[in-house]
Each structure stands twice: as structure tokens, then as C-alpha cells.
């Protein structure tokens, strides 16, 4: 794939339920990262996945916030009884190991009902 | 905490004339810095980057500098044209997330014909 993909691109969802988002890094990308964008606002920092370690998961908000990377590959980010202040948009973005670059994916926008 | 700014959230430019984005950053520690366009619905375009030992980096129309005494990057574009229109986030890498970005919140760029 030519770059980062994401899905679903749009999630509509009621309050209390669980939510799954996908991330397609690009190929060879070891990092990955999830960002959290409210209306108007700057990123927000929610994990980071490096290789085989251990992952950064000090920008997750909540312990209904959750992760994995399977196969150093694909990431499923997971948001337990979603609330409305989850509303957001959930950008994916990888990095190859020798580059500080992150590239984004095009995003998922939840909205919590 | 550390925390990375902009000194005007909207700027208004005609179609050909130069921009000049300010970002104001605070942490010392940061030593890399980018700078990516983000368009309506979409994830963040990378445009630009720059590593703390250089003060001056140059793409296609477009130009960043790094100021390190004072904390201050900036994002020049020439010639801007109406596909330039867009936020446009600086970024850096000092947080405490490691590699995880810490995005400013944005600057929304309006060219006009």
C-alpha cells in the first residue's frame, strides 16, 4: 500500500458501547502511533508501538482506552462504553526505523451518541 | 507541562504573496521539529522537517527555520497558491512520550484570489 490506511473512516456509535479502529501502517514501518483530534484542536498523543517492545501507553486517557499490534503490523485501538466526550477523530501514523517522520492515515471520526 | 504554540490561529493571505506561519515552542530538549498541512476530512500531509543542530532547511516553496534561542519556528511558503489553504500544525519530539509528537494546536491558512 502506498500509505497509512484506516478504518472504519466513520463510526457512529451509541453511549456504553465498545468500539474497534483499525491502522494499516505502510509496509516496513516498525512505528506506529495513535493521536486523538477534537474539533479545532492540535493531536493528542494516545500510544506508540515500537518493533517488539513494550508499548508507550502514557497518552491513554482512560483505562477504557486500549490497544494491540498484531505481527508488528496492523493496530486495533479499542475504546470500552464509549462516552461522549470520546467524540473525536483517531488518526493512525507510522515511521520507519531509521526516520523521525511520522506519516498520518486519513483517520476515523467517532461520534458518540 | 511542556507545550507547543502558535501565535495566530488564522491567517489571510493573497493568492501569490508569501506566508509566514509562527509556531513557539518550550521545551530545550526537542531536537526535531516538522511541520505538516492538514486539509478538511483528511490526516495531516507531512511538509517539512528540521533536526535542532540547523537553523535553516529548505523543500519546494517551502522554507522552515529553526530559531533555538528564542524557542521560535516558522514555516515560510512562497508564491502561496489556493491549494495552499489548510492548518498547518508544528510539531516537536521533546515530550515525555519519546518519540511521540507534541502538536501545537494549529493555524488555519486562508488564500484568496
Known amino acids: 500500500g502506498a500509505g497509512v490506511s484506516q478504518s472504519p473512516s466513520n463510526k457512529v456509535t451509541e453511549k456504553g458501547k465498545d468500539v474497534e479502529l483499525r491502522c494499516d501502517p505502510i509496509?516496513?514501518?516498525?512505528?506506529l502511533y495513535w493521536y486523538r483530534q477534537s474539533l479545532g484542536q492540535g493531536l493528542e498523543f494516545l500510544i506508540y508501538?515500537?518493533?517488539?517492545?513494550?508499548?508507550?501507553k502514557s497518552g491513554l486517557p482512560s483505562d477504557r482506552f486500549s490497544a494491540e499490534r498484531t505481527g508488528g503490523s496492523v493496530s486495533t485501538l479499542t475504546i470500552q462504553r464509549t462516552q461522549q466526550e470520546d467524540s473525536a477523530v483517531y488518526l493512525c501514523a507510522s515511521s520507519s526505523p531509521s526516520l523521525d517522520t511520522q506519516y498520518f492515515g486519513p483517520g476515523t471520526r467517532l461520534t458518540v451518541l | 507541562g511542556e507545550s507547543v504554540g502558535l501565535h495566530l490561529p488564522t491567517l489571510s493571505v493573497q493568492e501569490g504573496d508569501n506566508s509566514i506561519i509562527n509556531c513557539a515552542y518550550s521545551n530545550s530538549a526537542s531536537d526535531y521539529f516538522i511541520w505538516y498541512k492538514q486539509e478538511s476530512g483528511k490526516g495531516p500531509q507531512f511538509i517539512i522537517d528540521i533536526r535542532s543542530n540547523m537553523d535553516k532547511r529548505q523543500g519546494q516553496r517551502v522554507t522552515v527555520l529553526l530559531n533555538k534561542t528564542v524557542k521560535h519556528l516558522s514555516l515560510q511558503i512562497a508564491a502561496t497558491q489556493p491549494g495552499d489553504s489548510a492548518v498547518y500544525f508544528c510539531a516537536e519530539n521533546g515530550s515525555n512520550s519519546g518519540y511521540a509528537l507534541n502538536f501545537g494546536k494549529g493555524t488555519s491558512l486562508l488564500v484568496t484570489p
Open positions: 509496509s516496513g514501518h516498525t512505528a
Open positions: 508501538f515500537q518493533g517488539n517492545s513494550a508499548p508507550d
